[in-house]
Structure formats: C-alpha cells, structure tokens
C-alpha cells in the first residue's frame, strides 16, 4: 500500500520557523522526483519545491525563493521542507507528491495545515 504521510506544520507567529517532513512507503522512493505543494482556501494548488532523485537539482516557487529549502533522504525515504521567515501567505495545507520518472505515477500525501498567524 503506498502511502505519503506529511507531519509537523502548526500555528506560527510571522517570521518563525517550520519543518515539514514526508515518508513515503509502499513504493521505491529513491526512484521518484518529490514535490511540495500548498493550497490555501479558495485558492488553486501550486507547486512550492521540488527535488531530483539525488537531491542535486532544486526548485522554488519564486514567492518561497530564500526562505524555504527543500531536501531529501532517500534511506529514510523521506522529504522535507524547512520554511523559515514565515509569513501570513504562506498559511495553507502543504502536500507533498511523488513523481516517477518517465511515467505517470504520481502519489500524493494526505497534507498538513500550516497557519502562520499573529
């Protein structure tokens, strides 16, 4: 059975620090390319960070670009998304999603809420 489980979003004061965290199973995840997405209410779901197989190329959605930082483990199978400078437009639900390369599979968590509030 596969599955992508995100933890550690919460509430934030603006300017503070979360890191999100997704282990995926059921799958070989050293195989996929690993996404996180955020959709905030009423809003479509965008694409945050993404990361290759080996963690050697990166992307950032431009509005996340120096404050957020994505990375891999491919032994613990895990992806995470360290968001520092924290501030209100980013509160939303962040999922991450698995891409298998040259393929259409495509997995997705179940999210996690970050609200960043005063």
């Known amino acids: 059975q596969v599955q992508l489980v995100e933890s550690g979003g919460g509430l934030v004061q603006p300017g503070g620090s979360l890191r999100l965290s997704c282990v995926g199973s059921?799958?070989?995840?050293?195989?996929?390319?690993m996404k996180w997405y955020r959709q905030a209410p009423g809003q479509e779901r965008e694409m945050v960070a993404g990361?290759?197989?080996?963690?050697?190329?990166?992307n950032y959605a431009e509005s996340v670009k120096g404050r957020f930082t994505i990375s891999r483990d491919n032994i613990r199978k895990t992806v995470y998304l360290q968001m520092n400078n924290l501030k209100l437009e980013d509160t939303a639900v962040y999922y991450c999603?698995?891409?298998?390369?040259?393929?259409?599979?495509?997995?997705w968590g179940q999210g996690t809420q970050v609200t960043v509030s005063s």
């Open positions: 990361v290759t197989i080996d963690g050697g190329r990166k």
């Open positions: 059921g799958f070989t995840f050293r195989y996929y390319v």
């Open positions: 999603r698995a891409e298998g390369m040259g393929t259409s599979t495509e997995y």
